[in-house]
């Protein structure tokens, strides 16, 4: 029997189905119409300004390397292994970060170490998010922070109190649609001072990239706007890698074709 047929007639045979038709589908568009509200609505949910500072300082976390980077043009960048960590909040929400840096070969010795402290801009600021960097009180006691059980390292409230001098700050704005990164920004172009290798001042620039990349292109400059110090080429490249780089013992980066300390000069800054 066709069920088609057995609707029609049901339909003729009784006045009120009509209504109860009309009445049942002014109910399911109402329901379609709803959904597809709060499904808009969540789909374009602002990002709040405390949002942006999450996403960085979390992009900012982890273990990453210049490995890549060094394959391609060894002459002019290094391994280096980039490693930060949640440290403290601060009571404005701000979030500080342990950072180092090592070559790939010796990451248990660090050469350079800082706090990073991640916030929304001001409001007057045409940017999203603000990252600090400071030096560190006791230097010594922060090296390998990251690699240490949670009970091994200092508490958050040593950490705040441990926060030396400022250094630098980065503003960084949100990436327009169809950009590789997912924020980008730099110190004014004025920069910070800095007295390493004759510089008066030194620049940043930092993007934070899908899949938590990171680059960072640091520069000093003397007082007649030599560059003095940082590579030239373009930003250092972190990106994560696996846990088996540390046992790449035979890896060709670790053969320099000139001596570290020359050229670690035109390459990177050991102490600031």
Known sequence: MCPGSDSVSDSKSDPNSNGWSRARGAVLKSLVLIGGALLVRRLTKSTTRWDHARIVAQSLSGEKFSKEQAV??????????WLSCP?????????VLYFEQAFWRTPHKPFRQ???????????LKCDVEVGTYAIR???????????????????????????????T??????????????????????????????????????????NEIHAWDRGYDVDGNQVWGVKGGPYEFKP????SFDDAFNPLSFASQPVGKRIEGSFVLQE
């Open 170 to 211: 980065i503003h960084l704005k949100r990436c327009e649609r169809g950009k590789r990164c997912l924020y980008e920004g730099s110190t004014p172009a004025d920069g910070f001072p800095n007295s390493w290798n004759g510089a008066t001042r030194c620049t940043s620039e930092l993007a934070v990239l899908k899949n």
């Open 138 to 168: 006791d230097a010594e006691e922060y090296k390998n922070f990251c690699d240490r059980p949670r009970d091994q390292r200092p508490e958050p409230e040593e950490v705040i109190g441990d926060i030396a001098e400022h250094l630098t």
């Open 114 to 124: 800082r706090f990073f402290m991640v916030k929304p801009c001001a409001k007057e």
């Open 72 to 81: 391609r043009d060894p002459d002019n960048y290094f391994n280096f292994r």
């Open 241 to 244: 890698a696996p846990a088996s």
């Open 87 to 95: 440290a403290a909040d601060m009571v404005d929400g701000s979030k």
